[in-house]
């Protein structure tokens, strides 16, 4: 009768199915320009002239289902398919607008994650048109549930004083996709002597310009309310500030002239609120947060080539809000 017992256990782990864990992440960005001034000088003639007002509209939409293949922590295989994966940039106010929606190349794609013994992943994709590259630099793990409270000494249930997360663990939110945000390729020359002015808060990745933040995010437990949907509750309030050095991509100069003086800071606070919502018994996790992001960017470049000089001066500021959603459940 043991034996039997033992092969009927034996027979329901195997039959077991694996557990699907579905995450969602969107988010909308609009940034507008303040105020954007321009002098510039060449061979001798002086022009100031205010530049246009610029507009930056920024959207994701990211929806992931992990199917896990065991219980480890962290798995030791489990495979994750992008539902849907789509990004969509606005520039708007220049002469020459941009807008474009791309979806990445994994929209629909099946990605498998295979644990090493040295504790890193493996990443590979049965369709051979996404590369290698970009499958190396997906994210392994996306869960939610590093925002929860730390379970009580007593190990009980989550503890109910406030906790703080560092700007690291929150970036995880802001770039779901990969584990270092990636920078656009340089700009094509400009003609000998002229003058590409490119600010970097235009043209870089927010990921980018958030990319060496420092700050924190304050997770406070609070008491359920009547309009909560699930049973534990939390309010988030975050702070993080940044300086960017954008001097290397401010100036697309031409056969191989090099500007003589290119200085840019940037300049980035973003602050905000937010709810974190749980229930430990069916691992459902919500979490929502919203907040204002500015942007101030201080410019100075300065060529010499074919006699002729240029140099201009700016002053960018941006404002907007940049609002984050992200949920986690377990598949049936």
Known sequence: ????????????????????????????????TDSFEITASEEGRSEEQ???????EEAYEIEIADTLFDDQQPPAKFTRFYRTVMNSLRLSGSKSPLEKTVSAGLEGQRVTFEREENGRYVR???DDAVRQ??????????????FLPPADPEGEREAETSFALSFGEFA???????????????????SVGGLNVAPAALTEPIAALLAGAEGELTVTPR?????????RN?????????????????????????PQEA??????VYEGSGTLAWDPESGRIELQCQGELRVSEHFTVRVEAGGKTGEARGRLALTGTLALEAREERGE
């Open 263 to 268: 200085q840019d800071e940037v300049q980035l």
């Open 1 to 32: 009768m043991t034996a039997l017992l033992l092969l009927l256990g034996c027979l329901a782990a195997a039959t077991q199915e694996p557990r699907v864990v579905e995450r969602s992440f969107t988010s909308e960005l609009e940034l507008a």
């Open 223 to 231: 008491a359920r309310a009547e309009d909560d949907e699930l049973p």
């Open 133 to 146: 590259v970009q499958l190396n630099r997906l994210r392994a793990d996306l869960s939610l549930a590093r």
């Open 50 to 56: 205010q530049g246009p007002r610029l507009e930056r």
């Open 172 to 190: 995880r939110i802001l770039a779901p996709l990969e584990e270092r945000p990636r920078r656009p390729h340089k700009k094509s020359a400009a």
């Open 124 to 126: 590979s994709c049965e």
């Open 234 to 258: 939390a309010d988030l309030a975050f702070r993080f500030d940044a300086t960017f050095d954008g001097s290397a991509g401010l100036l697309a100069a031409g056969a191989g002239e090099a």
